[in-house]
Each structure stands twice: as C-alpha cells, then as structure tokens.
C-alpha cells in the first residue's frame, strides 16, 4: 500500500515513543528510507533521549504488544497464548509425527507424500510464528491462510463425515479466530 506524504507523516505521529524507536533501530530494514526519515523526525521533534534509543536497540526481543495494546485499550492474552504457545506445539507436534511416519509401514510413495506435506507445514506454522511475533503485517495476513488450511486439513484427514469436519473447524476453531484477529489488525499495522 503506498501512503502520500501527509498520511505516512499521520501514521509516523500516531506511533508511540517505543514504536517509533524500533523501528529505526531494529526494524530499519523493513521500511524505505523516506519513512525512516520521517521518523526520525518525530523522534527528534518529540525530543526521545539517545539513551532511550540505544536501550531499546540492545532489546531484541522488544514485544509489539506490551505498551501500544494497554493504550488502544486491545486486550492480547489469547494473541499471546496462539503465538507463543499454541503455533510452537503445533510445530512440535508435527515434528513428532514425522517420526512417526517414518516408522510407519506405508506404501513408499505414500510416506514421502505425507512426510514432504508435513514438513512443508511445520516449515509454515514456524514462519507464521515469526510474522506474528514480530508484529508483521504479512504474519498477521499468512494467518488467516493457516486458519483456513486447519479448517481444509481436517476435513481430508478425517476419514469420514468430510463436510461435517471442515464446517465443525471452521465455525468453532477457524472463524472466532478469524474475528479475533480481524478485531486486531492495528497491532500489525505498518507504513
């Protein structure tokens, strides 16, 4: 989305002081070097201490959601239950499954077939993991495509009643996520 130069200058304003420190400091490389001017600016204008700047430089794992949420008054316990607890056991378990699969005594063809599905999702579950937990927009977008592929991967999996699978996923765990993120969408907010 390309912003004109009064609204990215509205954006930059509306960013808190912590927000507008990381991404100069951290996340430089994710924005054109117009956008982190501009910040800089603000950073400038609002008077920020070069202190403050390098203690949030040397803080890598600053959380997106700790003051910005309290302010928008946006409540994150299930958004950090999904990131950092639900998506890692997903991984592992799929993981774990693996192994399984390859002890198994299934037709040779069948075994890569699954083994291969099931590390490209693995491979997706830890890429959405990072989108999220580092407050990307594309994290936030790749996790509607996972919320929709649980919905669709139940469905085949169970052997029979397909219909009735997808629609159970999708309407009790799928779409109240979807809302739920939906509802969110300025945590991952980025010029």
């Known amino acids: ?49 070069e202190k403050d700047i390098e ?25 950090s239950f999904y990131v950092d607890f639900l998506l890692p056991i997903g991984a592992i378990i799929n993981v774990v499954s693996i192994a399984d699969i390859l002890s198994s005594e299934l037709i040779l063809i069948y075994k890569l077939l699954i083994l291969y599905l099931n590390c490209a999702w693995v491979i997706f579950l830890i890429i959405v993991y990072l989108g999220l937990r580092r407050g990307r927009l594309w994290g936030y977008r790749l996790n509607f495509v996972l919320l929709f592929l649980k919905s669709i991967s139940s469905a085949i999996i169970t052997t029979n009643y397909h219909f009735l699978a997808f629609f159970f996923v999708f309407f009790i765990w799928s779409l109240p996520n979807a809302v739920y993120f939906f509802k969110r969408r300025v945590l991952f907010d980025a010029p």
Do not use: C, F
């Open 1 to 49: 989305m390309t912003y004109t130069d009064n609204e990215l200058r509205e954006k930059i304003k509306n960013k808190t002081d912590r927000e507008l420190l990381k991404m100069v400091k951290i996340e430089h490389g994710d924005y054109t070097p117009e956008t982190i001017k501009l910040a800089q600016e603000e950073i400038s204008h609002r008077g920020i201490l």
């Open 55 to 79: 203690s949030t430089n040397n803080n890598s794992s600053v959380s997106l959601w700790d003051a910005s949420t309290k302010e928008k008054g946006i409540s994150i316990r299930w958004l």
